[in-house]
């Protein structure tokens, strides 16, 4: 073969396997297990995949304006509501994340069973971190308006930037609620419990391959790979659990 041809021939791969790239956009709660299982998938195939993160609101946002991207996950009402964008058919589950307390390892794990007990540890603590709801966090907004009831009234709140559990590592903050997803991933942090029923809160992260998807074959079958049996392992050691 002449050094043209395969010049020729090499661009010819080169330009295939960059159309086969991915973009996927995602938030705190799925952005951990997809830092884990795009590398994968990327080993595998060759294929890259570049995980655009951020707030829920901004991956909600960037379907709804259709900037350039192949495959969201969110959670259901968020990506129900950009479905107009999104590929006909039914979403696919990824995984549930539970609202936590979370505080830094080591640390005792107060008793927060019951609101009347969650209550009184929150109004103990020297603070409560979550995500800054002006960052356009769906978590930090519940999260707010739950502290905002008068029944917490004297619970010191302290929106970050950042997910909660940087509240804790970063910022030295005592206690963080948000989604375990987005406290179990990060160094020195771990959860103390779930919040209890009469307050419990959680995303049911759902994903579904755009409309407007330029490889919509390649994030169908990215998709089918961080769904498969095998990916579950990963989403469990970042916070999320089966649907």
């Keep these: 073969m002449s050094k043209t041809a395969l010049a020729a021939a090499l661009l010819l791969v080169t330009a295939s396997?960059?159309?086969?790239?991915?973009?996927?956009?995602?938030?705190?709660?799925?952005?951990?297990?997809?830092?884990?299982?795009?590398?994968?998938?990327?080993?595998?195939t060759g294929k890259k995949v570049t995980i655009v993160g951020g707030t829920v609101t901004r991956a909600h946002d960037n379907v709804k304006n259709k900037v350039p991207g192949d495959l969201v996950l969110l959670p259901l009402p968020e990506l129900t509501d950009?479905?107009?964008?999104?590929?006909?058919?039914?979403?696919t589950p990824i995984g549930r994340a539970n609202f936590g307390l979370a505080v830094a390892a080591g640390a005792p794990h107060p008793d927060i069973s019951t609101l009347p007990k969650f209550i009184a540890v929150l109004k103990a603590g020297s603070g409560v971190g979550f995500t800054d709801p002006?960052?356009?966090?769906a978590a930090g907004k519940m999260v707010a308006e739950l502290l905002a009831r008068p029944d917490f009234a004297g619970v010191k709140t302290v929106p970050t930037a950042g997910t909660p559990g940087q509240a804790i590592a970063r910022d030295g903050v005592q206690y963080a609620l948000g989604p375990t997803s987005e406290e179990v991933t990060v160094p020195g942090v771990e959860v103390a419990g779930l919040m209890p029923k009469e307050v419990e809160m959680h995303f049911d992260y759902t994903a579904a391959v755009t409309g407007y998807a330029t490889q919509a074959e390649e994030a169908a079958a990215f998709l089918a790979y961080i769904t498969r049996p095998e990916a579950q392992a990963v989403w469990k050691s970042t916070g999320l659990e089966k649907l």
């Design 17 to 44: 396997t960059a159309q086969a790239d991915i973009t996927v956009f995602t938030s705190g709660g799925t952005n951990p297990g997809l830092q884990k299982l795009g590398p994968a998938w990327t080993a595998e």
């Design 82 to 91: 950009v479905a107009a964008n999104l590929k006909p058919g039914p979403f």
């Design 134 to 137: 002006a960052r356009g966090s």
